[in-house]
């Protein structure tokens, strides 16, 4: 309505304008060099209207003549575009549905008509992958991983293949790239722990540990490979601080204070490892060196009163008093571990060793022996390295189960429901 009045006034005000020139007086005459034409004043105001109509009429049949190419280019990419779209929706239909070749059909289609953007290559990679065209997921894959905007997508994918065909330099390779494309992706630093533990790169799955990791085990082991010996032992603390019951960093921080001197020290952590969690193993390394038989045993039993009366201490008592001739403190241990309910093949093995030496060649010696021995068969087995997680047994600990790749599972562990209290080392 406002354009009709608006038009409307324009026009009454263009024909009031023309009919009050065609009312004035008057002649106009332009002179070109030999040319004068001469001629009323309203006759020229036509003219120059016609001239302006004229000239208008041209301007439009210049900007049609640009535009309609450019229209027609527009709409077929629009066509283009439709086309292609419903080629990533069949193709992603046909994923869905398992069809490998149409979905390869339809992905390639849709990257031919929409060119190579991330939603197409990706198309192309999953289409590739279904149909067993390594080859073609690949090639994929690596251009999405290319682009900028899509780097991760491809990583990820290639990262995962690498992982499928076992290439763990290669996966490691891809999840630093990864990581570096999109920094902080939670589940890029879980397959980059997996990947270094794989690997046994300690260090690594340490770093990529979160607060709840298994930061005791992963340090020790970690110390084991640290290139300079002050690492090692600044790591091996970090293991005892992360757990000071834990068994494997007992061992390896006092390992490390012996290797470099500092015995007084080691002996100290390894009394306070033994009053926590008494295990052989620490027994073994704090008796270690001391080869006189009679300070043997009082050397085992300065280690022991830290947590006398565990079964392990009497262990170790009734072995060191064994091999010192002390026969009655021997065999004194021995009932006491078994009053305390231990019934493993170690115990019985030590009491036929116990018999023989205190009875010797004796009707009652060989018979009190072959009692032992016996009860040796059918006892509880001794306690082991075993995963807790899938139950392999290791023949020494290791930061990681060597079968299903937990870190911190190996746990020392007896496989009977009568285990000996305490000598869990990992929680
Ligand atoms: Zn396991």
């Given at each position: 309505m406002r354009r009709i009045l608006k038009t409307l006034f324009w026009s009454v005000l263009a024909v009031a304008i023309g009919w009050y020139i065609s009312t004035l007086p008057g002649r106009i005459s332009i002179e070109a060099g030999p040319y004068t034409v001469e001629t009323s004043d309203s006759v020229a105001v036509a003219a120059v209207l016609a001239l302006f109509a004229l000239l208008y009429i041209v301007l439009r049949l210049i900007t049609l003549a640009v535009l309609v190419p450019r229209a027609g280019s527009l709409w077929r990419t629009g066509r283009q575009r439709r086309a292609g779209e419903q080629a990533v929706t069949r193709a992603l239909v046909a994923l869905a549905a398992g069809e490998k070749a149409d979905a390869r059909r339809e992905a390639a289609r849709a990257r031919r008509l929409l060119g190579d953007t991330a939603q197409t290559l990706l198309l192309a990679a999953e289409a590739g992958r279904l149909a067993g065209r390594d080859d073609e997921a690949v090639a994929a894959l690596q251009a999405l991983a290319e682009r900028k905007d899509s780097a991760l997508l491809g990583l990820r994918g290639l990262l995962s293949n690498a992982i499928a065909k076992e290439n763990w330099s290669e996966a490691a390779a891809l999840a630093r790239r990864a990581e570096a494309a999109h920094p902080g992706a939670a589940w890029l630093r879980q397959e980059r722990a997996q990947l270094a533990v794989r690997a046994g790169d300690w260090a690594e799955a340490l770093t990529l540990?979160?607060?709840?990791?298994p930061r005791a085990a992963l340090s020790v082991g970690a110390a084991g490979q640290a290139a300079l010996p002050d690492q090692a032992e600044r790591l091996t603390r970090q293991a005892l601080k992360a757990d000071p019951g834990f068994v494997p960093a007992v061992l390896a921080h006092a390992t490390q204070l012996r290797t470099r001197g500092r015995e007084k020290k080691a002996q100290a952590v390894l009394a306070d490892g033994w009053r926590r969690s008494p295990h052989p193993d620490i027994s073994t390394l704090a008796l270690a060196?001391?080869?006189d038989k009679t300070e043997r045993l009082a050397a085992a039993k300065r280690l022991a009163a830290g947590a006398p009366g565990h079964p392990e201490s009497h262990l170790l008592l009734a072995r060191a008093a064994l091999d010192a001739g002390q026969m009655a403190e021997a065999r004194r241990h021995l009932d006491a571990a078994q009053a305390d309910g231990l019934d493993q093949r170690r115990l019985w093995l030590l009491r036929a060793e116990l018999e023989e030496e205190e009875h010797g060649d004796t009707e009652a010696g060989r018979m009190a022996q072959r009692d032992a021995l016996r009860r040796a068969a059918n006892a509880d087995p001794d306690p082991e390295w075993r995963?807790?997680?899938?139950h392999t047994t290791v023949p020494a600990w290791r930061p990681?189960?060597?079968?299903?790749?937990?870190?911190?599972?190996v746990v020392w562990r007896a496989d009977s429901p009568r285990e000996i209290a305490g000598t869990e080392v990992v929680a």
């Open positions: 540990a979160g607060p709840a990791g060196g001391v080869t995963c807790e997680s899938c990681a189960c060597p079968a299903c790749l937990t870190p911190g599972s």
